[in-house]
């Protein structure tokens, strides 16, 4: 069956001087959302974004703004965020002191709930969170950093990731952040990626903002068999 794929913009990669432009640019440009990756300088070595960007950016935009906050114990964060105008907040499993407790708080505030996961953390940490998620975000990079290359190993944790879910019956998107490009995409997809996080192919691709976008969709639109 074709599998619809949706593109995420992060502006981590974006001009900084501009990224109210370059949000709009994405969106107009046929993105699905923008995602803010949100650094506290301790989870991750930068320090980056935070409620106040989200705010100015949600009442612009008319798309989705994911706000990801790699950072450590994000609770106090969250309902800044959720004010700010975030439509889905993604925490962290290795940040989360009481990570299942996190996730309800979010959903509390009706917002959207993710839980992304690094390259090097197992998937039975999470097992017994996807019931309380809206959304899974595989890290195929160490976040902290754009324009990384995409961990092939990764691929398989995605493929196990959609089998568990097909043996729940649950229909909850797998999302993959980091090193997309014409060439990964594809191949996250045919793993069981529904959502491609993408910054520097989008914004740094060679062409414009748009073009960057349609390229990234067209690759992406691959048909895999779902067994």
Do not use: W
Not at 41 to 46: A, L, T
Not at 149 to 156: A, H, N, P, V, W
């Amino acid at each position: 069956m074709k599998k619809d794929v949706l593109i995420e913009a992060s502006i981590l990669s974006a001009d900084q001087a501009r990224l109210g432009e370059q949000a709009l640019e994405a969106q107009e440009g046929g993105a699905d959302a923008v995602q803010v990756d949100v650094m506290d300088g301790k989870f991750v070595p930068n320090i980056s974004f935070g409620p106040d960007l989200v705010k100015k950016l949600s009442s612009i935009l008319k798309i989705k703004i994911d706000a990801h906050l790699m950072v450590f114990d994000p609770e106090q964060l969250i309902p800044r965020f959720a004010e700010a105008g975030a439509g889905r907040i993604i925490v962290h499993q290795e940040a989360c002191t009481q990570v299942h407790r996190t996730l309800q708080s979010i959903r509390e505030l009706g917002v959207e709930a993710g839980i992304a996961l690094n390259p090097g953390t197992p998937l039975s940490l999470i097992e017994e969170l996807l019931d309380i998620v809206d959304m899974v975000q595989v890290m195929t990079v160490n976040p902290g950093f754009g324009g990384q290359k995409f961990i092939m190993s990764q691929l398989r944790k995605i493929r196990y990731l959609r089998m568990i879910l097909k043996d729940r019956g649950q229909d909850l998107p797998i999302a993959v952040d980091g090193g997309i490009t014409g060439i990964t995409a594809p191949l996250a997809v045919e793993a069981g990626a529904k959502i491609l996080v993408a910054g520097t192919s989008i914004y740094k691709g060679g062409s414009s903002v748009s073009e960057n976008i349609k390229l990234l969709r067209e690759n992406s639109n691959i048909h895999v068999q779902i067994s």
